[in-house]
């Protein structure tokens, strides 16, 4: 039990549930709009077709450009077309480079934001906006990025790949983890993440033997839900870190960076607060947090290694250097050369101990 917390409350409102796309509509109107643009990727261009369709005159145009990263320049050209279109808010459907796109255009415009996430990334939930100009990330907060509702259709999630499945489970995971030994942590979303941590455990072998299973697919959605909440409402550390380094600086795709890293970084601060990460340990297995989640991974056929994912040894001093050049909170002080160990680690895909 916790002596002492601040619980900041929760803003966004959420649906959850299978067939809720066909309250995009009602939840539109509820926000007080009459022109929508609906967002997406090139490769979800015809979900968001059938989307505006079934909007009908709440949609003035469809912008399906979002890319990973959220680059400006694509930022700028959606930007033109929001104007264009005289809508007030944004539909924002697909995985986190959508909802990146949405919450890039909110902020420029002040438009409203209606997230209907299709992947397990959870940036949905988040008042957090990361941008890439001239090839550098930067990162921001503000109460004007965080999506006013989101909706959860467990359907939309059908489709998605089995290896997708898999590394968007094991980036929401990293969220859960990172809030475990959060300072600002609060009951809330420690309850959240442990019941998230159960239902990926339980759901995710389900999913690879078969996509299709709806009990699954909710459990997973529910777990990354409650990931998303734990990312968007208290402090992330090393891990969501190193993650940005490698995604920022040596552009690893997104999913598969944190599924990689996340054993690593998790046996790297378990050694300075074991009883906080206990609840992983506890529900992966038993032995240690960081151990249990490499064997997770390695059954649910995660990528293991950085290696696998194109980084070469030589760059491993480059990002440790980055890593380590700006102080930042974590519970077990970081420094060079015990960064360059845990990456080595990583890069070899060697379990951790
Ligand atoms: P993504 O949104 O780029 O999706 C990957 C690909 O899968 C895309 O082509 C997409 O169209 C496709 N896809 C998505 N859902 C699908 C489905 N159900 N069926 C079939 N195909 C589907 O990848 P992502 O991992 O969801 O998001 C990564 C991006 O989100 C990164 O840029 C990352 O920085 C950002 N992110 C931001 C936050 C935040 O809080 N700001 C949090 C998490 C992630």
Not at 62 to 77: C, L, N, S
Not at 123 to 136: F, K, P, Q, R, V
Not at 182 to 191: M, Q, S, T
Request: hydrophobic residues 40%; proline residues 6%.
């Amino acid at each position: 039990m916790m002596d002492s917390f601040i619980f900041p409350g929760l803003t966004t409102r959420v649906v959850f549930g299978a067939g809720t796309l066909s309250r995009a509509q009602e939840e539109v109107r509820r926000l007080g709009h009459d022109k929508v643009l609906v967002l997406s990727t090139p490769h979800q261009k015809a979900d968001a077709e059938k989307l505006a369709e079934s909007l009908g005159d709440l949609a003035s145009g469809i912008f399906a450009g979002a890319v990973m990263h959220t680059p400006v320049e694509v930022t700028e050209t959606a930007v033109e077309a929001f104007r264009a279109s005289g809508a007030t808010a944004v539909v924002s459907l697909g995985g986190g480079s959508t909802t990146g796109l949405g919450k890039a255009i909110a902020v420029r415009t002040g438009a409203d934001q209606v997230v209907i996430p299709t992947t397990y990334a959870g940036s949905e939930m988040t008042d957090i906006l990361g941008e890439t100009a001239s090839g550098e990330k930067t990162t921001r907060r503000s109460p004007d990025i965080r999506p006013e509702t989101v909706i959860y259709d467990v359907d939309l999630t059908l489709s998605l790949p089995v290896g997708l499945t898999v590394t968007s489970a094991m980036n929401a995971i990293a969220h859960a983890m990172e809030a475990f030994y959060a300072p600002d942590r609060n009951p809330v979303i420690e309850l959240m993440c442990r019941d998230a941590m159960v239902a990926f455990r339980d759901g995710i072998p389900r999913l690879i033997e078969d996509p299709q299973d709806r009990s699954a697919r909710t459990k997973a959605l529910y777990a990354a839900w409650c990931c998303s909440t734990a990312l968007g409402y208290v402090s992330m550390a090393l891990h969501h870190k190193l993650a940005h380094v490698f995604g920022g600086s040596f552009d690893t795709p997104h999913a598969e960076t944190h599924a990689i890293l996340l054993p690593y970084t998790t046996a790297f601060n378990e050694q300075a607060v074991p009883d906080l990460l206990r609840p992983i340990a506890d529900t992966f297995g038993g032995g240690s947090a960081g151990g249990e989640l490499w064997d997770f991974a390695q059954t649910v056929g995660s990528p293991m290694s950085l290696k696998a994912l194109g980084i070469e040894e030589s760059d491993l001093d480059r990002a440790t250097a980055i890593a380590v050049k700006n102080a930042y909170t974590n519970p077990r002080p970081i420094d060079p050369g015990s960064i360059r160990e845990l990456l080595q680690a990583a890069w070899e895909g060697r379990r951790p101990g």
